[in-house]
């Protein structure tokens, strides 16, 4: 339902309304959590890797902005790119350190070493990434398609794309374990 609520919102009020419309499913979520999970002490609690965190948001928040501000600009055509070029080395730097602290760490690190020597693991890991970048390729793609080169509305565009989420719902439980 998400694409076609949000085109009816965007076409009949305002892109904005897409993020308002959060706002009350928080507000259940909240009051939910409140009413129905209990509080329990975890007698042993592990410590929380700020190195590791700090590390890995650095080198994804960097990537991400260079990414996005990027094609924007026309990439290293533009002077603010050429500027912002500095933030994939931060990126490199912050992954690379992230990379080195978790190889190198005594204590529990961020990322979970134990997980790495599971072949299932990875295996799922590495096939849910490039499942994953396809569909977030063509997710992002094809409203943009709709609308700029074929002059859809808001409204038929979240129409158009309504379907997919209805199939990817419809595999999830289908795949799902009983």
């Known amino acids: ?7 009816w919102l965007t076409y009949d009020y305002s892109w904005r309304w897409i993020f308002y419309i959060n706002l009350p499913v928080g507000v259940l979520c909240t009051l939910g959590i409140l009413v129905f999970i209990r509080q329990t002490r975890n007698v042993h609690r592990e410590p929380f890797d700020f190195v590791g965190f700090l590390t ?16 924007l600009k026309d990439w290293f055509h533009s002077s603010e790119i050429w500027v912002e070029a500095t933030e994939a080395t931060v990126a490199g730097l912050g992954f690379y350190l992230f990379t080195v602290h978790t190889v190198t760490t005594d204590e529990r690190s961020f990322l979970n070493r134990d997980l790495l020597k599971s072949a299932n693991f990875v295996a799922g890991t590495l096939l849910m990434f490039c499942g ?3 569909m977030t390729g063509t997710l992002a793609l094809l409203p943009t398609m709709l609308q700029n080169l074929m002059n859809y509305p ?9 379907p ?3 199939g990817s719902m419809a595999a999830m439980f289908l795949v799902s374990p009983r």
């Open 1 to 7: 339902m998400g694409p076609a609520l949000g085109g």
């Open 132 to 134: 994953g970048l396809i």
């Open 154 to 162: 808001a409204l038929t565009t979240g129409l158009v794309t309504a």
């Open 56 to 71: 890995l948001s650095l080198g994804i928040g960097a990537l991400q902005l260079m990414l996005d501000r990027g094609e």
């Open 164 to 166: 997919r989420g209805i």
